[in-house]
């Protein structure tokens, strides 16, 4: 069994990309600038947004967090994304989800200009990722294929279940692991809530991509020998033995799982930095105009 070490990973792609941006600065080119919108205070969201941040900075991005009050309406909103929008100095950004109720994500998500869209959620993004054009992918999935292209794992003609059917993270890895290139080929099925006897299909599956938000939901009795695992879940569950009085669990049941894997992704370190290192990667794309 072999960690799939995301945070190892992403440190030598995070030193890769700084590279790169040290070379367009001495061509004389500006230096790539993502801008995230942080609207309300919730605190996952400025945990994540702060891990953005010092993750600009370790790669020499220039950065910037816009932060508005709960309250701040939708017209508002909409208002900061067009100047955004119009803003030549601002290669890409982001728009933290989740939003307060009294506004449309999606119409949020459709007033980012495609080509500063490095979260890769816009219908212009996804249409030409499901057609296999240049476009910007999904944080999550984007950072999957990374990972499994960097520790080499076999994708041809394997069998692979997705657990979990979100826009985010579900639908477009299944999309990406079924294309005609590497990683890819795969012969994928999609499980969700719906799902009956989803130990049917799991018991079956050469990979696992386990997206479906339940702590610990899948036990090692439903998994093959050497399958390989990928957890995307992160939950908060309370540990009063802990330092903190938290621990973070995914939605794999990792000492079940692991001692069955050829690999296995842990939580935390795993998927998580995956994620960031893959909007800078798409950040340093919309500075180099290479999307859209």
């Given at each position: 069994?072999?960690?799939?070490?995301?945070k190892?990973?992403?440190?030598?792609?995070?030193?890769?990309?700084?590279?790169?941006?040290?070379?367009?600065?001495?061509e004389?080119?500006?230096?790539?600038?993502?801008?995230?919108?942080?609207?309300g205070d919730?605190?996952?969201?400025?945990?994540y947004?702060?891990?953005?941040?010092?993750?600009?900075?370790?790669?020499?991005?220039?950065?910037e967090?816009?932060?508005f009050?709960?309250?701040?309406?939708?017209?508002?909103?909409?208002?900061?994304?067009?100047?955004?929008?119009?803003?030549?100095?601002v290669?890409?950004?982001?728009?933290?989800?989740?939003?307060?109720p009294?506004?449309?994500?999606?119409?949020?998500?459709?007033?980012?200009?495609p080509?500063?869209?490095?979260?890769?959620f816009?219908p212009?993004?996804v249409?030409r990722?499901?057609?296999?054009?240049?476009?910007?992918?999904?944080?999550?999935?984007?950072?999957?294929?990374?990972?499994?292209e960097?520790?080499?794992?076999?994708?041809?003609?394997?069998?692979?279940?997705?657990?979990?059917r979100?826009?985010?993270v579900g639908?477009?890895?299944?999309n990406?692991?079924m294309?005609?290139?590497?990683?890819?080929?795969?012969?994928?099925?999609?499980c969700?809530?719906?799902?009956v006897?989803?130990?049917?299909?799991?018991?079956?599956?050469?990979?696992?991509?386990?997206?479906i938000?339940?702590?610990?939901?899948?036990?090692?009795?439903?998994?093959?020998?050497?399958?390989?695992?990928?957890?995307?879940?992160?939950?908060?569950?309370?540990?009063?033995?802990?330092?903190?009085?938290?621990?973070?669990?995914?939605?794999?049941?990792?000492?079940?799982v692991?001692?069955?894997?050829?690999?296995?992704?842990?939580?935390?370190?795993?998927v998580?930095?995956m994620?960031?290192?893959?909007?800078l990667?798409?950040?340093?794309?919309?500075?180099?105009?290479?999307?859209?």
């Amino acid at each position: 069994m072999e960690i799939l070490d995301g945070k190892k990973l992403s440190d030598t792609i995070k030193m890769e990309i700084s590279a790169q941006v040290e070379k367009m600065v001495s061509e004389g080119k500006k230096r790539p600038h993502l801008v995230a919108v942080l609207v309300g205070d919730d605190g996952a969201s400025r945990t994540y947004v702060g891990h953005k941040e010092k993750a600009c900075s370790q790669v020499g991005f220039d950065s910037e967090v816009m932060r508005f009050p709960e309250s701040i309406s939708e017209e508002e909103l909409l208002s900061e994304i067009e100047k955004l929008n119009a803003n030549d100095d601002v290669d890409g950004f982001i728009v933290q989800l989740p939003l307060p109720p009294h506004i449309d994500e999606n119409k949020v998500i459709e007033a980012v200009d495609p080509s500063k869209d490095v979260d890769g959620f816009h219908p212009v993004n996804v249409g030409r990722s499901e057609l296999g054009l240049p476009a910007f992918l999904p944080a999550t999935p984007y950072g999957i294929l990374t990972m499994i292209e960097r520790y080499g794992i076999d994708t041809k003609g394997k069998s692979c279940v997705i657990l979990g059917r979100s826009n985010i993270v579900g639908r477009p890895i299944a999309n990406l692991l079924m294309r005609k290139a590497y990683p890819g080929d795969c012969t994928v099925t999609v499980c969700h809530s719906r799902t009956v006897n989803i130990e049917k299909y799991t018991k079956e599956a050469d990979i696992i991509i386990a997206a479906i938000g339940i702590p610990e939901f899948l036990k090692g009795d439903v998994v093959k020998e050497g399958a390989v695992v990928i957890d995307v879940g992160t939950t908060r569950i309370e540990r009063p033995d802990t330092k903190t009085g938290f621990k973070l669990v995914g939605d794999v049941a990792f000492d079940e799982v692991a001692p069955k894997c050829s690999y296995i992704t842990p939580v935390p370190g795993g998927v998580g930095p995956m994620t960031i290192v893959s909007l800078l990667k798409n950040t340093l794309l919309a500075a180099e105009k290479k999307c859209m």
